[in-house]
């Protein structure tokens, strides 16, 4: 019933407070051109950004003044992973942080002896339990990303969110009745071993060396890497490929061979 009445005040809401066309258009042109999303898709995916602007803050960090356009961008490919799912995947994120470019922060870390260690670490992104989202602009926005390079930072940490939907952030997101957790297990562990061996004996890796940090670290990265680049996911890990379209309930690969041949799509 609440499930419902939340839908029509949303649906209510949308009548009069959507992401305005103009500015709709300017966010497909920039951001979501290279998806291959049909007409359906791109409605729903402008609704469903319309909304998580109504329900998400996004603020600006270090002087930075957040545009329409921005928060547009920001909304629109967060909304990308929850596509074929639902909004309230996102009700931990109650705010979005921008920063100019990339950011410093500081963790503190207690070895195996008890000693209390500092480390700072510049970064592009961050998702915190429990908290926000950390962007840098100057990595997020939509020009910054060089062809065939596979990065989105804003996939990579709204994944991260996904992620922790099932508790701690380590690579397994709650995942949907009827979903194996066992092929799951098998296809992750097999393809992050498989990862950390190539980088060992040094030979070229075929997504990001950074999924080698930690499995959660593995599964934001080949989520970039499922909207991104679905071809190299699919020839280098083909069962976490698997497992991805099953979780996020979409075919990257068909909806792009679809739209070379215009063929029908999602």
């Known amino acids: 019933?609440?499930?419902?009445?939340?839908?029509w005040r949303r649906q209510r809401w949308l009548r009069r407070h959507r992401i305005p066309e103009d500015l709709w258009a300017r966010v497909v042109a920039a951001a979501l051109a290279h998806y291959g999303l049909d007409h359906g898709a791109l409605h729903r995916l402008h609704a469903l950004a319309s909304v998580f602007l109504q329900e998400k803050a996004i603020v600006g960090a270090d002087g930075l003044v957040v545009d329409d356009f921005m928060r547009a961008v920001i909304a629109a490919e967060a909304c990308l992973l929850i596509l074929n799912l639902d909004l309230a995947d996102y009700d931990p994120v109650r705010e979005i942080v921008v920063y100019p470019d990339s950011f410093l922060v500081t963790h503190e870390t207690v070895d195996e002896a008890g000693v209390v260690h500092t480390v700072q670490r510049t970064l592009d992104g961050e998702a915190w339990d429990a908290g926000p989202v950390i962007l840098g602009w100057a990595d997020a926005r939509p020009e910054a990303r060089r062809p065939g390079e596979g990065r989105n930072v804003i996939l990579h940490e709204f994944a991260h969110k996904l992620d922790m939907g099932n508790g701690a952030a380590n690579g397994m997101p709650a995942l949907h009745a009827g979903m194996d957790r066992a092929a799951w297990t098998r296809a992750f562990s097999d393809a992050y071993a498989h990862l950390q061996a190539e980088l060992a004996h040094h030979r070229p890796a075929a997504i990001d060396p950074y999924a080698a940090e930690n499995p959660a670290?593995?599964?934001a990265v080949v989520t970039e890497t499922f909207f991104e680049l679905p071809?190299?996911?699919w020839l280098a890990y083909p069962d976490v490929?698997?497992?991805l379209r099953r979780?996020?309930?979409q075919d990257p690969l068909a909806r792009l061979e679809a739209a070379r041949t215009g063929a029908p799509r999602e």
């Open 241 to 243: 490929y698997g497992q």
């Open 217 to 219: 670290e593995f599964f």
């Open 247 to 249: 979780y996020y309930r």
């Open 231 to 233: 071809q190299v996911l």
């Open 1 to 7: 019933m609440i499930g419902a009445w939340q839908r």
